[in-house]
């Protein structure tokens, strides 16, 4: 539980460490598997295996009680050829579907179309305190505050926003965009099981190769922790400290758009 006495010398001193450990993760943050149950919130169907695919594995295989959900259809994903808009969402949830029962998770698909939820935001906002109140999970895992993606966006705004006041630890997984992590976890025994996982989701491997992209970054995680092989990384902190990243990620990512000459 490094992270937490981190937290708390860091308050009571107002000044970083300089030493690296206390600054990133160089141990494997295994106690993470301990919190059950747990809900991952995923904008649309794969999110979840790519960003937590390898904890979750672990997780499962401890018993712990994972839900699953995917918020929108994934209906503007790339689409195979032949194949129309109502037979590419039904692929996406026939692929979402065996992931988690491959993960022995419960799961709910709740539809909303791809890339409308801020149009959504009070029906998506419903959703998630229903499924808070419902299975009152102790953590709950969510995109980072850095993803670009607006549905990404507004799932872990609505998530920050409607956890106010409740003890659930907020646990921020990365995708597209990387993040600064809190914590880490050693996925090596799983990476394999995690690799046939990413390839359930064929629709999505034939545009990109998310897959070889995220098996490259859980191999750079791997950098700090000692005799490991592949490490998933997270943000993990109370609803408050949430809050408090999202704002000042809001606040200035404005410095980081694209470069230009």
């Not at 295996?49 to 995917?70: P, Y």
């Not at 099981?193 to 190769?209: A, D, V």
Request: charge should be negative; include cysteine; proline fraction near 7%.
């Amino acid at each position: 539980m490094r992270l937490f006495k981190t937290t708390r010398r860091i308050e009571e001193t107002g000044v970083l460490p300089q030493e690296e450990p206390l600054l990133y993760p160089y141990a494997n943050g295994d106690w993470l598997l301990d919190l059950s149950p747990v809900l991952v919130l995923a904008p649309h169907p794969d999110d979840e295996t790519f960003g937590c695919g390898g904890v979750l594995l672990l997780m499962s295989k401890k018993g712990c009680s994972i839900t699953l959900i995917a918020v929108s259809d994934g209906s503007k994903g790339t689409r195979p050829e032949g194949l129309s808009v109502e037979e590419y969402v039904d692929l996406r949830k026939r692929e979402f579907e065996r992931v988690s029962r491959t993960l022995g998770a419960s799961y709910a698909w709740w539809g909303f179309e791809d890339r409308s939820l801020t149009a959504r935001h009070r029906d998506v906002a419903k959703k998630v305190e229903e499924a808070l109140n419902q299975l009152k999970p102790r953590a709950v895992f969510a995109p980072s505050p850095w993803e670009i993606h607006p549905d990404h966006r507004l799932v872990t705004e609505i998530l920050v926003e409607t956890l106010k006041g409740k003890d659930t630890l907020v646990v921020f997984y990365e995708g597209v965009v990387p993040l600064r992590p809190n914590l880490m976890v050693d996925i090596s025994e799983v990476k394999g099981e995690k690799m046939r996982l990413m390839e359930i989701y064929e629709s999505q491997l034939n545009s990109l190769p998310y897959h070889r992209s995220i098996a490259g970054l859980n191999l750079h995680r791997s950098l700090t922790l000692p005799r490991c092989d592949a490490a998933e990384a997270f943000v993990v902190l109370s609803p408050q400290k949430a809050e408090s990243l999202l704002g000042l990620v809001r606040r200035t990512e404005g410095l980081l758009l694209p470069a230009h000459p």
